[in-house]
């Protein structure tokens, strides 16, 4: 099994910025895509960024504001949010998918607000 705890969720002003962690652990396969969701209030769950072999991808609702960076030693996941809008509220979560399975976080509230 594989546990994904994110983290660095929280309030913000427009303009701001907040960065989230995902870490893995347990029985993590070899080959893995790290993607970042978000659920806004009565909203589905988007698909914002995608990792995979150092290579990522964006929504274009975020390409230019947010990136990705991770570290492999520690296995976690960053996502760094920029300048920030009131849009980007939703509850955040990390997903990583293999062959073997797709594994889900608990997600991190993220608050944009004046």
């Known amino acids: 099994q594989v546990q994904l705890v994110e983290s660095g969720g929280g309030w913000v002003q427009p303009g701001g910025s907040l960065r989230l962690s995902c870490t893995a652990s347990g029985a993590i396969p070899s080959f893995t895509a790290l993607s970042w969701y978000r659920q806004a209030p009565g909203k589905e769950r988007e698909w914002v960024a995608v990792?995979?072999?150092?290579?990522?991808n964006y929504a274009d609702s975020v390409k230019g504001r947010f990136s990705l960076s991770s570290d492999n030693a520690k296995n976690t996941t960053f996502l760094h949010m920029n300048n920030l809008k009131f849009e980007d509220t939703a509850v955040y979560y990390c997903n990583l998918r293999a062959l073997s399975g797709e594994w889900w976080g608990q997600g991190t509230q993220v608050t944009v607000s004046s």
């Open positions: 990792m995979a072999d150092h290579l990522s």
